[in-house]
């Protein structure tokens, strides 16, 4: 079994886009809509990594980061911010957050699996 990511993004394309992105990666991929189904995904899946939009309904992504960073069990999963604001405020205030790095939307994939691949690069050991 690949790596788990947990996708939550209220924009049901994004979360398509990066679904088959991450997939086509070798990633199995779980998807949320929303802050609240964010956390239960957190719970129910226990994923290697987060990528999670900023602005979303029921909780806000910084809300879910700080969440799951209270966690002892999930605070080691990297958490990573994705917005399409560019104030550099967001920055710090997502890394306050506990949040593992920023990426800005539009991204194009390389970026994407790029940032990932800094977490777990080619042939490190996969989940069993």
Do not use: W
Request: proline share 6%; glycine share 6%.
């Amino acid at each position: 079994m690949g790596r788990r990511i947990l996708v939550a993004d209220d924009n049901i394309d994004t979360r398509q886009i990066l679904r088959a992105l991450l997939t086509r990666s070798g990633y199995d991929v779980f998807l949320a809509c929303d802050g609240r189904e964010a956390l239960n995904e957190f719970e129910r899946v226990h994923p290697d990594l987060a990528l999670i939009d900023v602005m979303m309904p029921e909780l806000s992504g910084l809300e879910v980061c700080r969440a799951v960073k209270s966690i002892p069990h999930l605070r080691s999963v990297p958490v990573v911010i994705i917005t399409a604001k560019t104030d550099a405020s967001l920055k710090e205030e997502s890394r306050s957050a506990g949040a593992d790095a920023v990426l800005i939307k539009p991204f194009n994939p390389r970026e994407i699996v790029g940032t990932i691949r800094k977490y777990f690069p080619p042939g490190s050991e996969e989940r069993n």
